[in-house]
């Protein structure tokens, strides 16, 4: 995972919402949209608390 997918990974554990995100990290909405769909794909997670449970487990975040 890249620092900046890291970034948002914390973002999400911290319960900060797409638009918060997208302030945040300098990125549009729908980048941070885009960014979260490929990172539940690649990880092979449901939604947003299961990608945080799998950063929380391997010890990413």
């Given at each position: 995972?890249?620092?900046?997918?890291?970034?948002?990974?914390?973002?999400?554990?911290?319960?900060?919402?797409?638009?918060?995100?997208?302030?945040?990290?300098?990125?549009?909405?729908?980048?941070?949209?885009?960014?979260?769909?490929?990172?539940?794909?690649?990880?092979?997670?449901?939604?947003?608390?299961?990608?945080?449970?799998y950063a929380a487990r391997h010890n990413?975040?």
């Open positions: 995972m890249s620092p900046a997918e890291l970034d948002i990974v914390r973002l999400v554990a911290r319960g900060v919402t797409n638009a918060g995100i997208a302030h945040s990290t300098g990125k549009t909405e729908e980048s941070v949209k885009k960014k979260l769909r490929l990172l539940t794909q690649r990880l092979d997670t449901r939604s947003r608390a299961h990608l945080v449970a990413l975040i």
